[in-house]
């Protein structure tokens, strides 16, 4: 029995990448990815897949759409 008022303990979650602070409903899954890492990579901890960046225009847009606007908001 836990005393009253306490709340039962919570498995912690696994941390996961801050989400982009925009609504990118509709984007393509490598559009949200690479706008994720953009936006990750304005903050400070420089994240970009290279082989993807090179090759999947989407990612790459994404990637500097996020970088962009995260840098713009610092």
Sequence with gaps: MQPRG???S???RPSQAAQPPVNL???SP???QGYTDGCASARGSMRRDEGRYRSDNDYMM???DGRSVCQ???
């Design 6 to 8: 306490s709340e039962p």
């Design 62 to 64: 994404g990637w500097s």
């Design 10 to 12: 919570r498995p912690s």
């Design 25 to 27: 409903s509709g984007y």
């Design 30 to 32: 490598a559009f949200k």
């Design 72 to 74: 713009n908001r610092r």
